[in-house]
């Protein structure tokens, strides 16, 4: 099964797919996200979201500033204000 | 009577301006399909963020509520916002803007508060200036930009916060219009600090416990000042869009009245023309007939 990831900022709908793991650099450490995960939200400080497209697979790294991530039952949505990358 | 040379130059300056206008009504109609695309991407990012925003505000309540959520527990001071254009050529759009942010103001002044002007754009200032000279605090400059992005909301919102956390005003208004369409933008007063409390359907994943890190008011605390960006770039947004749709439908009616003036001096140039060769004609006839 895969997760559903979101980056959003003010400007665009940046990534809208299913992944297998995203990496968020959370504001009391980073945190794995996968498939199924429980209801959750955190502010972000600024450094590298990892996306995982499927197990094992090198990680892409999206440089985001100023945010906050949210997990619920549709899946990971990250809300940046800046995204670099 | 003009002479035949005069209604010539007429006809060929008022010809000129209707290239003119006619640029600028295409010009305006790219943009706008640009600036409605631009508000539409925004969307998603304001929808999830008020999402949030009623969750947590649901909550956090009471007494240890953010300054920005719960206000100064006054409302003498006022500060209205008001966002203008930097370019004319738009028709009404800033008289409305100007003639709603005065009503406001006039409200407000009635009930016996203190207003204060935060003017955003060009447009708006000459106007505000003659009724409200001594009320007009600061002033936002985007006539530097193309197009007012993200940045530019940031550093207003900024700038904002900082004022009110001063203590410098107790309500903030947004002064904005709405596209609706090309032909309709309404002026809209929204009240933007303290931040109203959002309606929307409470928390995003039903009845699920959600875990926050660090703690709810931390998190909200961080959201507020976010939430105030995330409203003065949505007005950017929409004065862009109803910029150029104001624009578009004012020089569309110019080229109209321009070809209408046109017809009207082409048929009064004929007319002399035809008056000046029958003369001629008669003048010739007569000399003929007189040898």
Redesign the interface.
Known sequence: MALHFELVTPAKLVRSEDVHMVVVPGAEGEFGVLEGHAPFMSTIRDGAVQVYKTEGAAPEEIQVRGGFAEVGENGLTVLAEHVEG | MASLKELKGRINSVKSTQKITKAKQMVAAAKLRKAQA?AE??R???E??SA?MASLAGKVGGDSAPRLLAGTGSDQRHLLVVVNTDKGLCGGLNANIVKAAKAKARALIAEGKDVQFYLVGKKGRAPIKRDHADRIGQQFDTSTVRNP??EE??AIADELVELFEAGKFDVAHLVYPIFKSALAQDPTVQQLIPVPAPQGEAG???D???????DEE??LE??LP?YV??QV?GALLEIAASEQGASMTAMDNATRNAGELINKLTIQYNRSRQAAITTELIEIIAGAEAL
């Open positions: 631009a991407a925004a998603p990012y304001a999830r963020l949030v992005g993200f909301a940031e995003t994943g039903g699920a416990v959600v875990e926050y890190e660090p931390a998190i961080e959201l976010r960006k995330t770039f």
